[in-house]
């Protein structure tokens, strides 16, 4: 089972552009799927594969009509589509309004998530980026099928003190009211710091302190570059040699540790 679950609390961490970027370099076949409740962004952002746009009907607004027929796993990829490059993605809502259709969904499509990657039609893990969440988020329902949670945030103090609080919260909500090194439990909770070059040693060593004093059942697992030029090609939007830039080199590093260490790979 692999399933990443991958958000934020408030702020502008770069949710969507962290989960294109893991995807992209990910170790084995990945789907990225776009669950956040308030709408999607690679329709805008992104080319398809046959260098045109991108079905905003094709994705999660299809998949929510298949699912309340019931979801086999292998169903995902009728509502997928190839970005340019070759990554598969099921794209976004249109916008929160349409969100709607997706309630009582959820625990069926996390389930379709978690299995995709034991199908034996198309295997993949699958990624997905669920945006900013807070304590009444739909998509915290998936939550509870990931391998892993990952919470992106920036270096700022706000934005720290803000993923410490939402660790927390999910914490005593996947794993129950433990606290502690020893309540560390399933899935477990990372944390995912988009950081500026340079700084990354020093302030995973500062979060990790802070999280363990505050007694949450979460720790650092890496650093995402902080490289505005990275995620313009990253996009589409600029040229260049997406494979050097700081984002992809330091996304390789990330998918080359997280996964082994949580056990994702198996």
């Known amino acids: 089972m692999a399933l990443i679950a991958?958000?934020?609390?408030?702020?502008?961490p770069g949710v969507t552009t962290t989960a294109v970027a893991l995807a992209a370099v990910w170790p084995r076949r990945a789907l990225l799927v776009e669950a956040d409740p308030s709408g999607g962004d690679l329709v805008y952002?992104?080319?398809?594969?046959?260098?045109?746009?991108?079905?905003?009907?094709?994705?999660?607004?299809?998949?929510?009509a298949t699912a309340r027929r019931g979801l086999a796993a292998e169903q995902l990829w009728d509502h997928a589509q190839p970005l340019a490059g070759g990554l598969d993605v099921v794209v976004g809502l249109g916008g929160s309004e349409q969100a709607a259709g997706l309630?009582?969904?959820w625990p069926t499509l996390?389930?379709?998530?978690?299995?995709?990657?034991?199908?034996?039609?198309?295997?993949?893990?699958?990624l997905a980026d669920c945006g900013r969440i807070g304590a009444d988020?739909?998509?915290?329902?998936?939550?509870?099928?990931?391998?892993?949670?990952?919470?992106?945030?920036?270096t700022e103090p706000e934005q720290l003190a803000r993923v410490r609080d939402r660790a927390a919260a999910l914490s005593a909500k996947l794993h129950g009211s433990q606290r502690g090194a020893a309540?560390?439990?399933?899935?477990?909770?990372?944390v995912l710091l988009v950081a500026e070059p340079g700084q990354s040693a020093r302030i995973v060593s500062q979060v990790?302190?802070?999280?363990?004093?505050?007694?949450?059942?979460?720790?650092?697992v890496g650093t995402?570059?902080?490289?505005?030029?990275?995620?313009e090609q990253l996009a589409g939007r600029r040229r260049g040699r997406l494979d050097k830039s700081l984002l992809i080199r330091s996304a390789r590093q990330i998918t080359a540790d997280v996964p082994h260490r949580y056990g994702v790979l198996r």
């Open 137 to 154: 988020s739909p998509s915290l329902e998936l939550f509870s099928h990931a391998a892993l949670v990952l919470l992106v945030s920036r």
């Open 208 to 220: 990790n302190d802070m999280l363990v004093a505050s007694q949450i059942a979460a720790r650092v």
């Open 103 to 105: 309630v009582g969904l």
């Open 183 to 190: 309540a560390l439990g399933f899935p477990p909770i990372g």
């Open 224 to 231: 995402l570059a902080h490289d505005p030029a990275g995620a």
């Open 45 to 64: 952002r992104s080319q398809a594969a046959h260098g045109g746009v991108l079905d905003p009907n094709t994705g999660m607004l299809s998949l929510a």
């Open 110 to 126: 996390g389930r379709a998530f978690a299995t995709l990657a034991e199908s034996p039609n198309g295997a993949a893990d699958v």
């Open 6 to 12: 991958i958000a934020a609390d408030k702020g502008s």
